[in-house]
Nanobody
Framework: QVQLVESGGGLVQAGDSLRLSCAAS????????MGWFRQVPGKEREFVGC????????WYADSVKGRFTVSRDNAKNTVYLQMSSLRPEETAVYYC?????????????????WGQGTQVTVSS
């Protein structure tokens, strides 16, 4: 079992930056692929980015590439999502997820564990 707890969400203005954190417990964090997704009410959950267990490989959704950065600190069992140049349409609940199988994935069905989510609201 893996427990994931996100933090760092809040209300920001368009163009601002925000960093989300996700603290993991319960299983060797350094063996997990970690992902970030977001969801707007009434819409499907959307892939944002993911990171390999070592932190050496990252994937991003095209819409956030160059503005968002996923990183991890295996010593702290924490993964981060640094977001910059935020847009109002990126207002959503952001979820941290963990994948036990090796290999990165953009598919939410490939992730085994999920946090409760943290709200990010970007005002125009």
């Amino acid at each position: 079992q893996v427990q994931l707890v996100e933090s760092g969400g809040g209300l920001v203005q368009a163009g601002d930056s925000l960093r989300l954190s996700c603290a993991a417990s319960g299983r060797a964090f350094s063996t997990l692929v970690m992902g970030w997704f977001r969801q707007v009410p009434g819409k499907e959950r959307e892939f944002v980015g993911c990171i390999s267990w070592s932190g050496g490989i990252t994937w991003y959704a095209d819409s956030v590439k160059g503005r968002f950065t996923v990183s991890r600190d295996n010593a702290k069992n924490t993964v981060y999502l640094q977001m910059s140049s935020l847009r109002p349409e990126e207002t959503a609940v952001y979820y941290c997820s963990a994948r036990v199988s090796p290999g990165l994935s953009r598919n939410e069905d490939d992730y085994n564990y999920w946090g409760q989510g943290t709200q990010v609201t970007v005002s125009s």
